[in-house]
C-alpha cells in the first residue's frame, strides 16, 4: 500500500492565482482530512469528510473548498492565493466506525505540500 | 468546541534521561489521546495512543498517562536517546458520531543534548 500520498510536494503561486492540492489513500478509509501547518506551529484542521459525498468545515476553512466524489481522494482547492495560504498542508485519513470502541481512529498523513504564496 | 494546551513548548534533556510533556483538554467527553511525533521536514506519526478507559499505557520506553478527572495527559520518554529529538504534539477528539475530529495541542520540540 501507497498509504497517503500527495502532490505536488511543493508549488509556489502569484497572489490571486488558484490550484488544486491532491490527496489520495489506498487504505479504504472513510475519514479524510485537511490540515495545514504555519512554521513552527500546530496542526490546523481547514476541511474533513466522514465519507464520499459528505464534507464539514474544519477551524480554518475560509480560503478553502473541498469535494469527496470517491473514497479514495479528497482534493483541496485554493482560490485567489494569499500570502497567508503561505504553510504547509497536510492530508491524512483515518478508519473510523460507528462505535468508539471498534474505532482504530489512528490518523495516517500524507508527506505534504509545502505552497508558497507571492 | 475542545481546547487542548500543550506545555512546555520546547524542551532540553541530556542524553538517557526522562522527558515528560503535557497536555490538558477542556471538552470532558473526550475519549482518545493520541501523540504524534513529526521530525523535522517529515510528516506526523502516530507514536502512542490512550482511550478514556484506560489509566496509563506503555510501549518500550514511551507511556502516556491519564488524569480525566483533571482534565490532562502526558507524554513519559525514558532513557531518551538522540533519535528522540522531534516536535510532539498532543490531540483529543470528543466523540460525537459523523463529528470525529482531532483537536491538536501546540506542540513541544524536544531537543536530547548527547
Known amino acids: 500500500n501507497a498509504g497517503v500520498t500527495q502532490t505536488p510536494k511543493f508549488r509556489i503561486l502569484k497572489i490571486g492565482q488558484s490550484m488544486t492540492l491532491q490527496c489520495a489513500q489506498d487504505?479504504?478509509?472513510?475519514?479524510m482530512y485537511w490540515y495545514r501547518q504555519d512554521p513552527g506551529m500546530g496542526l490546523k484542521l481547514i476541511y474533513y469528510?466522514?465519507?464520499?459525498?459528505?464534507?464539514d468545515k474544519g477551524e480554518v476553512p475560509n480560503g478553502y473548498n473541498v469535494s469527496r466524489s470517491t473514497t479514495e481522494d479528497f482534493p483541496l482547492r485554493l482560490e485567489l492565493a494569499a500570502p497567508s495560504q503561505t504553510s504547509v498542508y497536510f492530508c491524512?485519513?483515518?478508519?473510523?466506525?460507528?462505535?468508539?470502541?471498534?474505532?482504530?481512529?489512528?490518523?495516517?498523513f500524507g508527506p505534504g505540500t509545502r505552497l508558497t504564496v507571492l | 468546541g475542545e481546547n487542548v494546551e500543550q506545555h512546555p513548548s520546547t524542551l532540553s534533556v541530556q542524553e538517557g534521561d526522562s522527558a515528560v510533556i503535557k497536555c490538558t483538554y477542556s471538552?470532558?467527553?473526550?475519549?482518545?489521546f493520541p501523540w504524534y511525533k513529526q521530525e523535522l521536514g517529515k510528516r506526523p506519526q502516530l507514536i502512542i495512543d490512550?482511550?478514556?478507559?484506560?489509566g496509563e499505557k506503555k510501549d518500550q520506553r514511551i507511556a502516556v498517562t491519564l488524569n480525566k478527572t483533571a482534565k490532562h495527559f502526558s507524554l513519559h520518554i525514558t532513557e531518551t536517546q538522540p533519535e528522540d529529538s522531534a516536535v510532539y504534539f498532543c490531540?483529543?477528539?470528543?466523540?460525537?458520531?459523523?463529528?470525529?475530529?482531532?483537536?491538536f495541542g501546540t506542540g513541544t520540540r524536544l531537543t536530547i543534548i548527547p
Open positions: 487504505m479504504n478509509h472513510n475519514y
Open positions: 491524512a485519513s483515518s478508519l473510523t466506525s460507528g462505535s468508539p470502541a471498534e474505532s482504530t481512529d489512528t490518523q495516517y
Open positions: 469528510s466522514v465519507g464520499a459525498g459528505i464534507t
Open positions: 490512550i482511550r478514556s478507559n484506560v
Open positions: 471538552d470532558s467527553a473526550s475519549n482518545y
Open positions: 490531540a483529543a477528539r470528543a466523540w460525537r458520531f459523523g463529528n470525529e475530529k482531532l483537536t
